[in-house]
């Protein structure tokens, strides 16, 4: 994790015992959701200003950014999913002391305590990520309440083990988070609650998961943690897909363009700094050029992934990838060979445990790029690479 990150949440009173009732986490606190979120504040407010919730939500960059980069159109929402969608995230980071805020009638006003955290998180699903995973932790462990969740990562994870995790959760939920206290169904608060808390850990402990209610069949991946992807209720609703399309449309401006640039070039700068201007393929200086290994034409969504990027001189970029320098053009024997080279440098990743690099994410890189089902390589190393090694 981020030190900075690190140093707020290890000094943070986040004990549940000695702030009894807090929601310290609720339903729309997603990386992805923390990362607009996050992203918005930083563009938008300084540290001397104040605002609410509902000033956030008139805002035109988030209204465009909940159209367009979450595929949400404002006329979709729900009045209540609405007002949900950024006040969770304002709420955990005012717990977790990135923010502050104060009370004024029924409106909550919000300030800067931290900006060095949040221009962290701004634009960052990875460390947003990183940053819940480790919030979590550091909440459960104040609380002596970490081994509610330890004791399913070391069961069958089954659903028996499910069950008795999810009835620990719900008596927690109950004493210290107020489920239910102003008399709502508190089974079904924790129910919707519980996924938000499981699932990161999930993704840390390469554990099974909680989806729609149930343990999931395999561990996890940042896909399911995402609010932003088209979910069961959306289809039951019926959404207008037009109405969504239309608005999209309406609102592709030129900010959102650059958020999604900014959020490229920020992986681009990480893998360029991780390998220090030495080509991963060859060992060759300089190498100036991060390429997509999948190209970021055909697949977007792998376009800020670190594990699809790699970085080589200009000859192995123009010459060996782009054949003949065709940027349309993908020498497929050579991406294959590309893969290879990452999956070496991701395995190193792990085994040194920085957390650069994730066989996760790889894995999910390979099969989205090939086409293979979801979790067909079960996040494993030897199966990527045999995998790779067939398509030789």
């Not at 480790?134 to 069958?156: C, L, V």
């Not at 995790?165 to 109950?174: G, I, M, N, S, V």
């Not at 999604?260 to 030495?278: G, P, T």
């Amino acid at each position: 994790m981020d030190s900075t990150i690190e140093e707020a949440l290890s000094a943070r009173l986040l004990d549940l015992r000695k702030r009894p009732y807090t929601r310290f986490i609720d339903q729309k606190c997603t990386p992805d959701l923390l990362s607009l979120t996050t992203a918005l504040i930083v563009e938008l407010y300084g540290v001397e200003d104040e605002f609410s919730n509902p000033q956030l939500q008139r805002e035109d960059e988030a209204t465009r950014a909940l159209a367009i980069e979450l595929n949400k159109a404002s006329s979709s929402l729900t009045k209540s999913e609405n007002n949900k969608v950024f006040m969770h995230s304002l709420k955990m980071l005012t717990y977790a002391g990135i923010l502050n805020e104060r009370k004024v009638g029924n409106t909550f006003y919000f300030s800067i305590e931290n900006i060095q955290a949040l221009r962290k998180l701004a634009n960052d699903e990875r460390r947003s990520l990183e940053f819940i995973t480790g919030y979590i932790t550091e909440t459960f462990n104040q609380t002596d309440s970490m081994w509610i969740f330890e004791e399913f990562k070391n069961s069958t994870q089954d659903a028996e083990a499910y069950s008795i995790l999810r009835k620990r959760f719900l008596q927690f939920a109950r004493r210290h988070m107020g489920a239910g206290k102003k008399g709502s169904d508190s089974g079904l608060e924790t129910r919707r609650i519980l996924p938000k808390i499981m699932n990161p850990l999930a993704i840390k402990w390469n554990m099974n998961g909680s989806i729609k209610g149930r343990v999931s069949k395999s561990s996890i991946s940042m896909m399911d943690l995402r609010y932003g992807r088209v979910n069961a209720r959306d289809q039951k609703l019926q959404r207008s897909s037009d109405t969504s399309r239309k608005e999209r449309a309406e609102q592709r401006f030129q900010s959102l363009r650059d958020r999604r640039e900014y959020r490229v070039s920020e992986a681009k700068r990480s893998v360029r700094q991780r390998h220090r201007d030495i080509s991963e393929v060859s060992g060759k200086s300089p190498a100036t050029q991060v390429h997509h290994i999948f190209p970021q034409s055909e697949f977007s969504a792998l376009a800020s992934v670190p594990e699809n990027l790699i970085l080589l001189t200009p000859d192995e970029h123009n010459l060996r990838a782009h054949p003949n320098n065709k940027t349309n053009s993908i020498d497929k024997s050579y991406q294959r060979t590309l893969l290879l080279k990452k999956l070496d440098h991701v395995e190193e990743s792990e085994a040194a445990r920085d957390g650069f690099y994730r066989i996760e994410e790889f894995a999910h890189v390979v099969e989205t790029g090939y086409g293979l089902n979801k979790d067909e390589l079960k996040k494993n190393a030897i199966l990527v690479r045999r995998e790779l090694e067939s398509r030789g």
